[in-house]
């Protein structure tokens, strides 16, 4: 079955730290450039950062840009996303989004999403 | 600039065609791309490249443009097409996403 599972949401408190997983299934991950797309509650969706299929090229949103980390293991099929220095308005869903292959920038496939709440 | 310009709201009956329109400079240069998303559930997406559909996506979907601006148009639309829906664009380094429309079928 094709498809992304994120985890790793939790309860934070302001100023810590969260890994993000995704684990794709039922396509060739290592083919694909694959996104962190996120929602905060009542609003709308926000991308946060992309990755190339073999990691060669890493991009960011400036509101996440040197708080957040990209990256992957294809042997795995895993996806993560290193959270640092979180605050309060970072309280989403957190989406694992794949990018079409060939065709970057088009989002086939989207996981179920991970909620992450930053509060004290 | 990368921003993506959506109205907030439509609302049309059943039957009828509802049209969502999204613009924005970077669209000159950019394909375009249309999410539906139900509430509860994750995006879904419904055209992409200005017009394409992708497989399993209803004929009555479709995507349109004029310039910097693009249209989803939605025929014969039905009740189980309520939802919010994005436009997004692309760039090199960079992806962005309208505000979103809250459809609503009356």
């Known amino acids: 079955q094709v498809q992304l599972v994120e985890s790793g949401g939790a309860l934070v408190k302001p100023g810590g730290s969260l890994r993000l997983s995704c684990e794709a299934s039922?396509?060739?991950?290592?083919?694909?450039?694959m996104s962190w797309i996120r929602q905060a509650p009542g609003k709308g969706l926000e991308w946060l950062s992309y990755?190339?299929?073999?990691?060669?090229?890493?991009y960011y949103a400036d509101s996440v840009k040197g708080r957040f980390a990209i990256s992957r293991d294809n042997a795995k099929s895993l996806l993560y996303l290193q959270m640092n220095s979180l605050r309060a308005e970072d309280t989403a869903v957190y989406y694992c989004?794949?990018?079409?292959?060939?065709?970057?920038?088009?989002?086939?496939?989207w996981g179920q999403g991970t909620l992450v709440t930053v509060s004290s | 600039s990368y921003e993506l310009t959506q109205p907030p709201s439509v609302s049309v009956s059943p039957g009828q065609t509802a049209r969502i329109t999204c613009s924005g400079d970077?669209?000159?240069?950019?394909?375009a791309y249309w999410h539906q998303q139900k509430p509860g559930q994750a995006p879904l997406m419904v055209v992409y490249?200005?017009?394409e559909r992708p497989l399993g996506i209803p004929e009555r979907f479709s995507g349109s443009r004029s310039g910097t601006t693009v249209t989803l148009t939605i025929s014969g639309v039905q009740a189980e097409d309520e939802a919010d829906y994005y436009c997004?664009?692309?760039?090199?380094?960079?992806?962005?996403f309208g505000g979103g429309t809250k459809l609503t079928v009356l």
């Open positions: 989004v794949r990018e079409k292959q060939d065709s970057a920038g088009t989002f086939d496939l």
């Open positions: 039922g396509f060739t991950f290592s083919d694909h450039y």
């Open positions: 990755i190339t299929s073999v990691s060669t090229g890493i």
């Open positions: 970077s669209l000159s240069n950019q394909y």
């Open positions: 490249k200005d017009s």
């Open positions: 997004q664009s692309a760039d090199v380094n960079v992806r962005v």
